[in-house]
């Protein structure tokens, strides 16, 4: 499965935002862009090595020197890659419990909170990614009700595919690893699912787009369909 950037918040929405609340979410924003950019060039690394060894088996080339470095090398592209969903899934998670904060804040009209010094790890979502994602809900007035109706929909769909890739799909698994790039050597490279972290970053994206519309456009020059 491939990773996707996400749309950071533009400079005419959430005008109303406090600034360091702006300076961190496209801070979080762009540090997670920058993992999935790299996560996807990791994977290309990594089947470009395994293209190699197919070239080497085809040929029946069974024990030879390029086919014991080939194998190296897969070996270091799996663990590479890994360590790589390693990295997006704790961005991700900074960047979806912040965008979640602030969020919370801006449907009910109150003062967005600074971010805080507390870290979150992926684990602590995957344990309770209720508390740490509850459902946000934004409200309009005349024409903003249809706004605020495509906008719930939006998050309560992103919402909703994480949960389900949570509740079903992490089950059994090791919930710290996607904590920490150490672990990657520690457990020799377990098939850490790339759908998570790149869930938890579209996830994001799309409340940090909403809340955006909630917070303040600039009339002139906002578009509160998110066109992607």
């Known amino acids: 499965m491939g990773v996707t950037t996400q749309q950071l918040l533009q400079p005419h929405m959430g005008v109303r935002l406090p600034a360091d609340v702006r300076r961190t979410l496209i801070a979080m924003g762009t540090a997670c862009n920058q993992s999935a950019a790299y996560l996807q060039w990791v994977a290309a690394q990594a089947m470009q090595v395994e293209s ?56 009910a009209d109150q003062t967005p ?8 790890r992926p684990s602590d979502v995957i344990a309770a990614w209720g508390h740490y994602l509850p459902e946000v809900r934004f409200t309009g007035d005349g024409d903003g009700d249809r706004v605020a109706q495509e906008q719930n929909e939006a998050v309560a769909h992103a919402r909703k595919h994480l949960k389900e890739l949570i509740t079903y799909r992490l089950q059994g698994e090791s919930v710290t690893a996607y904590d920490d790039i150490a672990t990657v050597t520690d457990d020799g490279g377990v098939n850490r699912q790339v759908e998570f972290a790149d869930t938890l970053h579209v996830y994001a994206g799309v409340l940090v787009w909403a809340l955006a519309v909630f917070s303040g456009t600039e009339p002139d020059r906002a578009d509160t369909r998110r066109n992607r």
């Open 52 to 107: 190699l060894m197919e070239a080497q088996r085809a040929a029946e080339c069974a024990d030879t020197p390029a086919l014991h470095a080939f194998t190296d090398l897969q070996h270091l592209a799996d663990q590479h890659y890994e360590q790589a969903i390693v990295v997006l899934a704790r961005s991700a998670t900074i960047y979806a419990v912040y965008a979640s904060q602030v969020a919370q804040a801006v449907a």
């Open 113 to 120: 909170p600074p971010p805080g010094s507390t870290v979150i």
